[in-house]
């Protein structure tokens, strides 16, 4: 089997590798939603999520759901060439033959290798084991080790005016709501005036401040030396400067964790298992933030089984997603209960939501039930 098959499925504990698939019906339609709100980080905006859902029916009369987030800058994939890479993998795996779970994920990955087709791979994937999962009668949560059926999320302010910031970090207090993740990143006054505005209005919230490669090196050390200023100490600081400047990732993690004890999570910089060996090796940073469309279901498995076996530690975040894509994260976080931060706020912003089904919210804490698989559906008629 291959290595990669093979240590996911230690990481995923199930029960059979010998699970056969037997697709009926598999196909991917757009799953567009509207946002509350624009929602702008430092290198993108939207309003609207569009994204695509996937389903998969087995001939056992299970089906599957999945979701490919696109988020522009961030996945490979627009939402057109989402949508003909996911017609290929439906129409493959309704050719194909009955085969046993492993060999059916390998050929997926052959047909979406890489991070150029990571988030419409995920999508296919999750389908799969929520599929395979419904078959067993099993919770997603359970199937991935059963540490906890609950977490508890962060919730993300955008890039907004100060006061704007402040009347939503008030709001978010009052639903109960610990720590506030920041965007940051596009203007650096601006930025410390919306952490201020905060601070004012709910003084003893976590801060986490996510700068989406926004900053330079000089300026992601400027701004924690502003903040050690005003007293402030963010629990994390993600991605402060570009995918692919190393040195500079490595120089703000030093900096900031002995001047200022505050750990740096690699987001954008982390699309592959090389990559996190080079994050880890180099002691490049803290934090290794893991988003199942930039890796993939059994991709991410891998990164996380490697930083399980490191010093640094996990966070889970995602895209812009429904609770389907966000609800299977969550399951993973759960069921795995190795994630220091948890960030999987995103269907919260949305104006609708098209999800059926699924886990319960209280504030920031998500409790998975013990319906079989993810235990969410779309009502695929009203999916365009």
């Known amino acids: 089997m291959d290595p990669l098959i093979l240590s996911s499925f230690r990481s995923l504990n199930l029960m ?46 299970c089906v599957g759901w999945g979701e490919a987030p696109i988020l522009p800058s961030v996945t490979a994939e627009d939402q ?12 493959f795996l309704k050719e194909s033959s009955p085969v046993i ?3 059916a994920l390998k050929q997926i990955y052959g047909i979406l290798p890489g991070h150029d087709f990571a988030s419409v791979r995920s999508g296919v994937e999750m389908a799969l084991l929520d599929a395979v999962a419904k078959s067993i009668g099993m919770p997603l949560w359970r199937l991935f080790g059963g540490v906890s059926n609950t977490i508890i999320t962060d919730i993300t302010i955008p890039i907004v005016s100060a ?6 970090a008030l709001q978010y207090r009052k639903q109960g709501f610990k720590t506030l993740k920041l965007k940051i990143g596009k203007n650096l006054d601006a930025d410390i005036e919306v952490l201020k505005a905060i601070r004012k209005v709910y003084p003893d919230c976590f801060f986490i401040l996510d700068a989406n490669e926004g900053y330079t090196p000089k300026e992601a050390v400027e701004v924690l030396d502003k903040l050690h200023g005003m007293g402030v ?26 001047k200022y004890g505050v750990s740096i999570a690699a987001d954008e910089s982390c699309r592959s298992l090389a990559d996190a060996k080079k994050l880890i090796e180099e002691n490049l940073a803290d934090v290794i933030n893991i988003k199942l469309a930039k890796l993939g279901v ?30 299977f994260a969550g399951h993973l976080a759960a069921g795995m209960g190795s994630f220091k931060f948890v960030d999987l706020d995103t269907p919260l912003l949305l104006s609708e939501d098209p999800v059926f089904g699924g886990y319960e919210v209280s504030g920031a804490v998500y409790t998975f039930t013990d319906a079989s698989g993810h235990g969410v559906f779309l009502c695929w008629d009203d999916v365009e």
């Open 101 to 103: 779970l492993s060999l």
């Open 233 to 258: 100490t963010p629990i994390l600081f993600e991605q402060p400067v570009h995918r692919d400047d190393w040195e500079g990732l490595g120089y703000v993690s030093q900096i900031a964790r002995e």
């Open 298 to 327: 059994l991709g991410a498995l891998e990164v996380i089984e490697l930083v399980g076996n490191s010093s640094l530690d996990l966070m889970i975040g995602g895209m812009v997603e429904t609770r389907l894509a966000m609800g």
């Open 16 to 61: 059979n590798t010998n699970i056969e698939l037997d697709v009926k019906k598999a196909e991917g339609r757009p799953l567009n939603v509207p946002l509350k709100a624009p929602f702008t980080i430092a290198n993108s905006s939207l309003d609207k999520v569009e994204n695509v859902g996937i389903r998969i029916e087995l001939s056992n009369g």
């Open 80 to 91: 057109p060439l989402a949508l003909a890479k996911a017609a290929e993998a439906c129409l």
């Open 163 to 168: 006061d704007e910031a402040s009347k939503l």
